[in-house]
């Protein structure tokens, strides 16, 4: 703990300690009851533009019209 508060550490995480201790500006917290998350952050999906480039393979022969 006292290496802790000498490197300025908010958050101890340690299994010895009794869970949400506070011993001056240091935290105890159990890694086994600590669920650490984050928000979860909004993606904009942007459309993807067209390649450049010409497609691989054989090229498609165009559309015969139907005869009568």
Known sequence: MGAAQLQDCVLLLTADLPDGAVFGSVTARSPFTLAAEEPSAIYAVTP???SRH?????PRQPA???SA
């Open 64 to 66: 015969q019209a139907a």
């Open 54 to 58: 010409r497609p691989r393979g054989r």
């Open 48 to 50: 993807l533009a067209r």
